[in-house]
């Protein structure tokens, strides 16, 4: 089974300040990762995905995130955050062809205006 | 557009209680439907995950119980509470007969138990 790891719970830092949350899991085999972002009073949403191609993934609202295989990592960055991207994150990672999602215990990001 | 929804929102049961939330998906057929709980500071736990209409698997062994009666309703079910269930309850869905692809996820049920 794989594990999750996320290396911060929590986060604080200021507007237009440069963001990396670090995420590693393990697992051996081929694996699909996510981000899942949760805003306040929100739905649990999709940030981005890598299946396979270009390690370096682009989602939404400028987040992207870098997928190091040899590093079993896969952390989320964006340059320059803003005060709308306090939320909870959440890493997660299923085996190829694995119904089954294992998630990280999330980072809270709180951005200070 | 496909939705998900999960009722009640919020619920406050005793011990010994039993237990009946609901997620239901509209907008999309034969989905893949899965229950988590998210425990604070804990991340997301999949209990269980429901690849057709009374086909359910179980991840993690307890108090609780699935059925999926209908194609796109999934039920996660208790007969008797324990102060250890509560938490926070998330129904998800994926496209059917594509493992590993992305969850969509509802609103979450906020479950104490007292």
């Known amino acids: 089974a794989q594990s999750v790891s996320q290396h911060n719970h929590h986060v604080i830092l200021s507007e237009a300040a440069s963001l990396e949350l670090g995420c590693n899991y393990s697992?051996?085999?081929?694996?699909?990762l996510f981000w899942y972002v949760q805003y306040p009073g929100q739905h649990l949403q999709l940030l981005l995905k890598?299946?396979?191609?270009?390690?370096l993934v682009k989602g939404i609202k400028g987040f992207e995130a870098e997928f190091i295989k040899s590093k079993f990592s896969f952390n989320l960055r964006k340059p320059s955050v803003q005060w709308s991207d306090t939320a909870e994150y959440f890493c997660?990672?299923?085996?190829?062809?694995?119904?089954?999602?294992?998630f990280g215990a999330g980072t809270t990001v709180t951005v200070r205006a | 557009s496909q939705t998900i929804h999960q009722w009640p929102a919020t619920l406050v049961q005793p011990v010994g209680s039993p237990l009946s939330l609901e997620c239901t998906v509209e907008?999309?057929?034969?989905?893949?439907l899965y229950w988590y709980r998210q425990a604070a500071g804990r991340g997301l736990q999949l209990l269980f995950y429901?690849?057709?209409?009374?086909?359910i698997s179980s991840e993690v062994p307890q108090n609780l119980s699935a059925s999926r009666p209908q194609d796109r309703q999934f039920i996660l079910s208790s007969k008797k509470l324990l102060l250890s269930d509560s938490g926070f309850y998330l129904c998800?869905?994926?496209?059917?007969?594509?493992?590993?692809?992305?969850?969509?996820f509802g609103p979450g049920t906020r479950l104490t138990v007292t």
């Open positions: 890598y299946f396979s191609g270009d390690p």
């Open positions: 907008g999309t057929s034969n989905p893949n």
């Open positions: 429901s690849v057709g209409i009374g086909q």
């Open positions: 997660a990672v299923n085996a190829r062809n694995d119904y089954k999602l294992s």
């Open positions: 998800a869905w994926s496209v059917r007969g594509l493992a590993g692809a992305e969850q969509y």
């Open positions: 697992y051996g085999g081929t694996v699909n």
